[in-house]
């Protein structure tokens, strides 16, 4: 328990040391009241004012919107920049406040209007009143959120954004139904779509504008082209100056290649920008600084891109679209995207020549086809149309709201799926489970899964993805009242009611008004999760892998006094065997709520898992090679076998130990241990040299597939002190291997109910079942896992259907 507590003390501290710790937000969510005539606009989380925001802020500097008082939120390097657009513009501002400053957030507690281009930081919740706006800043081509593997974990803090927004602009019902997908907003979404153009592409209805730009920027009688390609980098060195080279490369080609009425206007990622020296060209020039970027895009002629959603926003001028995708097949496959621009109407060129030679050809521009499936209400009253609509209550733009469904959403949390049995059990009862009859949602949080994204990767269809993107909310009071009732179970002098509230307003932040049927803490241990699924304003079901007594005995973790009122206010409890309920149904103080359901045995998976090659991951220690290994399998020796994390509950001291005493009669037996998390691997491995039988002992550790190992040894012991129903005793038995088990909570009902082998729970126990085994008095079990299976899938769909 000391080391749980002293852990998240050190955590507050670290975070207070290193100023990403806002504790004053809470007070001003709390305490400031909402100014209905104030607007906190930003762009692009800050760094530029552009496109559709700027648009929206010259439409409020029109004198039917002088009530309201704007803010603008802006990043301290970019703001002398962004001042000058503004003076250029001659809008008035009537504040700027730095990014994530207490002004920041003092103004994001108070402004009766929020109004943004990306999204708000992840601390950041919507209070009741406030109205949010949110104009999402293109039409995406590139596969996004859960419709792209390498977002998917980082995909939480756009989500919740979207869908706390009172307001979504669609320009188009392309992008509305890619968005929707990507961001569940089909099934969670409350708020309204307002089917409106963008604000941003209102100037492309005004030529005479771009042709008086065009002459004042010194460009009359030239074809003006643009440059505005995708960035492909990375922001690391290595990777950007290859890319540098790259775009210096095609530049040379095509300036030399331009002729004397040719004028080519570059703007690329600034990494790029500025690794490149412009003065050397002739007809290529930068891109002007002070303008916004839709502005000259109206003045120009020509518009060069590869997959940047500028292209439909372009494509409302009529005008030529060049599609330089040099690197169009490695793009695709890299990234995704949701369609293939080879079905544009836009040239495409592979090479700079090939630009050169389609700067020379007319035509290229988007055809009806095209702009009424991209462009589809553009249109140049429609930042008007926006702005009056939300902020006057005109309804001026067409709305459209998500139709609600019926289907059960049920919403699965199980941890940072780190390789264990908790995650192997998850896995299996998800492949498997009717994703027709509910709206199942994966959660997570991101910062977990910030270094294995790949955890992700093996999830079965049909599921959507809802990540937890930030940590919590804290302020001194609540870390200090937290402490208090995590450690010593204090719940007085106002410390409970404090917490409680603290978890209502975390839930706040992280699902705003998605509404969810029922959410399920299957990991079970993690004390913020416990304690903010229990304010889950639905059903709430926590699962239970272990003996929940012992565990906080050994590790203090989870907080026994937070597990007693979840085990008591939860509506259901679920532990995964009859051993382990009696130590839940002490720990809650209730029988009621408690059902076991069993873990699903996902034979199948078991079986084409173990024939598949035997390999070591990247990151698998052993204390022998593969090859070693191999050898060690193929050999007629007996071969024991353990799998589990290398923790002091697994027994595996005791394991070694005993078998050092078996093997003194038996010198051509094997034992190999694989284990996963655990801190014990060294210690083991010196305890194994240490033992004469210590070059028989194989010690892997980190193996993300030990099925090929299993299936090849002869006999499975289980020499662990309690477990909750542990998943490796029928993955032995389903690839044939007898099995015994020390007689302890976890291991005991699963073999009593299907003939197995129990030993006694000691050193001696052990080393009696290795010597059971070899006069061959260990049976296998009964189990028709079939059967079984069908009645744990329909108990756990049966409970989420409440």
Known sequence: MADSNNSFKNKVIRKLKSGTWYPFYNTFYEKVPIDRREILLASRSGISLESNILAIFTELSRPEYRKFRKVLAVQKSSREQIEKKLAHYHISVDKIVHMSTPDYYYHLAKAGYLINDTTFPGRYIKKKGQVYLNVWHGTPLKRMGQDNEEERYDMGNIMRNLLMSDYLVFPNLYMEEKMSGAFNLKELYRGTILREGYPRNSIFFDQEHGRLLKEVLGYQGCQLSVYMPTFRGRTDDVEGDTYVEQVRSYLE????????????????????????????????????????????????????????????????????????????????????????????????????????????????????????????????????????????????????????????????????????????????????????????????????????????????????????????????????????????????????????????????????????????????????????????????????????????????????????????????????????????????????????????????????RAELPLTFDPETQSNVSLRKLQKILDCSGTKFINIGRYAPEKGQERLIRAFDTFWHSHPKTWLIIIGGMGDLYESLRRLARSLESGRHIVLLKSMSNPMPVLKRCDFFILSSFYEGQVLVVPEADVLGLPVAACDVNGARSFLKEYGGTLLPDSEEGVLQGMEMYASGKIHPLHVDYETRNQQIIQKCEKLFQE
């Not at 919403?411 to 199942?440: E, Q, V, W």
């Not at 093996?458 to 208090?484: F, R």
């Not at 009621?592 to 045995?601: G, K, L, P, S, T």
């Open 253 to 608: 080609v095509i300036d030399k290649g331009m002729q004397d009425d040719q004028i080519l206007l570059l703007k690329l990622h600034p990494l790029v920008q500025k690794g490149l020296d412009l003065d050397n060209y002739r007809h290529i020039r930068p891109f002007p600084s002070e303008l916004d970027t839709y502005d000259v895009l109206n003045a120009c002629d020509v518009l060069i891109t590869d997959y940047s959603s500028v292209m439909y926003d372009f494509a409302n001028t009529g005008r030529k679209i060049i599609l330089f995708a040099y690197d169009l097949e490695d793009y695709m496959g890299h990234r995704g995207m949701y369609e293939d621009i080879r079905s544009y109407p836009f040239p495409i060129a592979v090479t700079p020549e090939e630009v050169l030679s389609e700067l020379q050809e007319p035509g290229g521009g988007a055809d009806r086809e095209f702009l009424d499936k991209y462009c589809t209400f553009d249109r140049q009253k429609a930042t008007r149309n926006i702005c009056r609509h939300v902020l006057l209550g005109k309804y001026l733009c067409q709305e459209h709201k998500m139709p609600v469904t019926t289907k059960k959403k049920v919403l699965l949390y199980a941890g940072s799926l780190k390789p264990n049995g908790i995650t192997t059990a998850y896995f299996s009862m998800l492949r498997h489970l009717d994703t027709d009859a509910c709206d199942y949602y994966i959660s997570y949080r991101s910062p977990s899964l910030k270094e294995h994204p790949e955890r992700l990767n093996g999830m079965p269809e049909g599921y959507h993805y809802y990540p937890l993107a930030t940590e919590m909310n804290l302020d001194v009071l609540t870390a200090v009242a937290q402490i208090l009732y995590l450690k010593w179970g204090i719940t007085s002098f106002g410390i409970r009611k404090r917490l409680e509230k603290a978890y209502r307003r975390e839930w706040q932040k992280h699902f705003g008004n998605a509404a969810f049927d029922q959410v399920v803490h299957y990991d079970g241990y993690e004390n913020y999760m416990i304690a903010l699924f229990e304010q889950a304003p639905c059903t709430r079901t926590i699962w239970v892998h272990n003996d929940m007594e012992r565990e906080i005995q050994a590790k203090g973790n989870p907080s026994l006094p937070l597990l007693r009122h979840a085990y008591a206010a939860y509506d259901h409890v679920v532990p995964v065997g009859e051993d382990i309920r009696p130590a839940v149904e002490r720990i809650g103080g209730r029988t009621d709520n408690v059902q076991v359901i069993a873990n699903y045995m996902d034979v199948e998976n078991i079986r084409s």
